[in-house]
């Protein structure tokens, strides 16, 4: 879906030259949601914003659907990539559902079907139209603004989003209920998404996939159990912190630890569906207090038995999980693929 | 006492010489919205080529600021000299007069649109023309307007001097008063001035509410 090839940024100011981009290459998939992080200066946001052509790589190429940006046309490009930023950037003098419906606007849509859609989206990010429609940007808290700045990204039903630390700006409660909420709109629509943050907790939360910079450089780019779990260099870990083993714990899933299930036994005893962290594995493995058997087996979406661990393999895993360090060199057990 | 009555006597004064009196007061009001609109369609597209060609900005800004420190007289004794004597000249002065608040009002405003709505937009895919007229204007017209509304103020006064050159309005019957020391003459033209001005100002004031976009009512002057 978007595919960066050796992308390089060099900016020169006052005589300076920085390399805010150096020599990135990443691809993120169809219905993806891929979370750049780093520091701020780490070229996070540049390298986004390259991708609908607001910045001008210096070298390399960008290719979206299979074709490179340079030579798309670069209106029709933006069009088709929804934008949303960390200061809303809603237009102060169009209403909430005019602001929603701006891109539509521009690919001139009829009025009555710019409004209908309008009020679908503003009812998919949880402002209630007949509440919000007619209100002007001002009148809304930070947090309705970014709902607004969502339900505009989403207006022309682009297959590509691109959101630049959409949360930032809002204080931490409003933050976690956003951040929730992006994880069920994302269910329903499945867009491609880039998303920028430096709030590694909303990365884990989020991400797919995270790609964690630092001086314009992909330092690692890994799903978030690996990233926890096979930190790259000192970088990796000293950017995750010290909560490291909890978060590990609570973005591990059963399923990418348990061993593949014994050949010929149907599943008797306890079950735990594999989409549940380790952390939520293990509470309720604790609950079982009469189960019988050596282990449990754990289940796929669908609720079909395709892994068994016996408790000792779970605390054993469970301490590697917390501290991976210690076991450098050991491969983790693998996946059951579901 | 004496002095008092003769100043009311101005009243009298526009009531036996009606013709003449609304005669000035209608070049004094053309002069006035004329050279107002000229400057508007002179500024507004210089302001705008100004926010994209960042090398033209300081020279126009320079341009402008040359128009508004040359003293008034100056101007017209100029134009004087270049366009002869009449209303004609009195226009071109008033309205290289006129053109810097309002040039240097959309510059700023334009300038000064809040950074984040045009990268947004510029993100969403708006065209230059689109950006401009969806965006950048309605942004910078609070600013923009209060600019048209000192040009005006301050050209409802200025064009009294374009009766040193022909040019007409209430400034005839100041300079008549002045010359024959005639007070309700000198009223006459000075009072309706000073009226014209303070009812510029509050009609540009209503208008304001009507042109300026709901959402951006409560902000700029």
């Known amino acids: 879906m978007i595919r960066l090839e050796h992308v390089s940024k060099v900016f020169t100011s006052r005589g300076q030259v920085v390399k805010a981009v150096d020599d990135v290459s990443l691809e993120v998939g169809a219905g993806e949601l ?7 200066g780490s070229g996070k946001t540049t390298t986004m914003r390259m991708i609908n052509r607001l910045e001008v790589p210096t070298s390399g190429r960008i290719i979206v659907d299979g074709r490179d940006v340079q030579e798309m046309d670069v209106v029709a490009l933006r069009r088709r990539i929804g934008y949303v930023i960390q200061q809303g950037g809603l237009f102060p003098h169009f209403t909430v559902a005019d602001n929603v419906a701006v891109v539509p606007r521009l690919l001139g849509w009829p009025r009555a079907k710019r409004r209908q859609r309008a009020y679908e989206l503003l009812e998919l990010v949880g402002l209630p139209p007949d509440q919000f429609a007619d209100r002007y940007p ?40 956003l951040q929730r909420e992006l994880r069920r709109i994302q269910s329903e629509v499945r867009k491609t998404i880039v998303f920028v943050t430096h709030d590694i907790g909303e990365a884990f939360l989020l991400a797919d996939r995270i790609v964690l910079m630092s001086e314009g450089r992909v330092v690692q780019d890994a799903t ?10 000192a970088f990796v870990t000293e950017f995750i912190g010290e909560d490291r083993g909890l978060r590990a714990l609570q973005y591990t899933r059963l399923e990418e630890l348990a061993g593949p299930a014994p050949a010929g036994q149907s599943p008797n005893g306890v079950v735990l569906p594999g989409a549940l962290s380790v952390l939520e594995a293990a509470r309720e493995v604790g609950k079982f207090e009469n189960a019988t058997g050596d282990g449990f087996w754990v289940s796929d979406d669908a609720g079909r038995p395709v892994g068994y661990l016996t408790y000792l393999q779970f605390v054993a895993l469970l301490g590697e999980t917390i501290a991976p360090e210690d076991t450098s060199g050991k491969e983790p057990a693998h996946a059951v693929s579901a | 006492m004496r002095v008092r009555g003769e100043a009311l006597d101005f009243i009298t004064y526009i009531r036996e010489n009606r013709e003449r009196f609304t005669e000035l007061l209608i070049q004094h009001l053309e002069l006035t919205v004329y050279s107002v609109l000229l400057a508007v369609l002179i500024a507004v597209p210089l302001a705008i080529l100004a926010s994209r060609v960042e090398l033209l900005a300081k020279p126009l800004t320079w341009l402008g600021a040359i128009g508004q420190t040359i003293p008034s007289l100056a101007i017209l004794a100029l134009t004087l000299g270049w366009l002869g004597i009449g209303f004609r000249p009195s226009l071109v002065a008033l309205t290289i007069r006129a053109v810097l608040p309002i040039f240097l009002n ?3 405003g334009i300038r000064n649109a809040d950074r984040s709505v045009i990268d947004a937009a510029r993100g969403m895919g708006t065209s230059g023309a689109q950006l401009l007229f969806l965006v950048e204007l309605p942004l910078a017209s609070p600013v923009l307007f209060a600019g048209i509304q000192t040009a005006t103020v301050q050209t409802v006064g200025l064009a ?15 300079l008549q008063g002045l010359a024959m020391v005639d007070y309700p003459i000198l009223l006459a033209g000075a009072i309706p001035v000073a009226l014209l ?12 509410r009507l042109v300026i976009p709901a959402g951006l009512q409560t902000e700029g002057r």
Not at chain 1, 224 to 233: H, I, S
Not at chain 2, 160 to 174: C, M, N, P, R, V
């Open chain 1, 34 to 40: 891929v979370v750049l992080i780093g520091p701020s």
């Open chain 1, 138 to 177: 001002r009148q809304l808290s930070g947090g309705q603004q970014q709902r607004v700045g969502v339900a505009r990204a989403l207006a022309a039903d682009p297959p590509i989003v691109l959101m630049d630390e959409p949360f930032g700006a809002v204080d931490p409660i409003t933050r976690k209920q």
């Open chain 1, 224 to 233: 978030p159990a690996d990233l926890l779990r096979r930190p790259a260099d």
């Open chain 2, 106 to 108: 959309t510059y700023v």
């Open chain 2, 160 to 174: 009294t001097l374009a009766a040193y050159i022909g040019g007409g309005g209430l400034g005839d019957l100041i």
């Open chain 2, 197 to 208: 001005a303070i009812a510029a100002e509050l009609l540009l004031g209503g208008l304001r």
